[in-house]
């Protein structure tokens, strides 16, 4: 087996980034949101810089094999912040190695090291092996998820006069 090593991606690992979005498009099959219009070098390279994005892969030779995406909150009602896992994915044929164990306690890490107060991830009903992972690196909550669509009824928030 092959030796796998992580990596925090910065300002001039565009060309990894832009292997983790279609290891993302890949594993959840969803080429609508990771790669039909992929942002040009410079947004990635502003992205990437920015100390509170963390992109992390997962790299056997120069081959992205898995990866995570995570944004540091900052909170307001006490002096703290948390990560948020936006996205995590393996290659199907790396799984079961302890790969993304590795990329989240290697975010984990990260975080300490920032003094942030907790990370934490979502999972879709259904996704059994994410939900075993997290439910062994953590406490779970049920909770509902709603996607707000700022572009959805304009006439009423252009007539809402509670603003």
């Known amino acids: 087996m ?72 900052e909170k307001f009602e006490q002096a703290r912040s948390e990560i948020y896992i936006y996205d995590l994915a393996v290659a199907e044929t790396h799984r079961r190695q302890g790969i993304a164990r590795t990329l989240i306690n290697n975010l984990r890490d990260l975080a300490a090291q920032r003094g942030c107060w907790a990370l934490y991830v979502q999972a879709d009903y259904g996704d059994d092996p994410a939900i075993a992972l997290y439910t062994s690196m953590g406490k779970r909550q049920d909770v509902l998820h709603f996607d707000i669509d700022v572009r959805a009824f304009p006439d009423l928030i252009e007539s809402d006069q509670t603003l």
Not at 17 to 27: E, H, I, K, T, W
Not at 40 to 63: E, I, S, T, W
């Open 2 to 73: 092959m030796t796998t090593t992580v990596q925090r991606l910065g300002r001039t690992d565009i060309h990894l980034m832009r292997q983790l979005n279609a290891l993302f498009a890949s594993v959840f099959e969803d080429a609508q949101s990771y790669a039909s219009a992929p942002p040009n070098d410079g947004y990635l390279a502003d992205l990437l810089a920015k100390d509170g994005f963390f992109a992390l892969v997962a790299l056997q030779g120069k081959d992205v094999v898995g990866g995570l995406a995570a944004y540091e909150l």
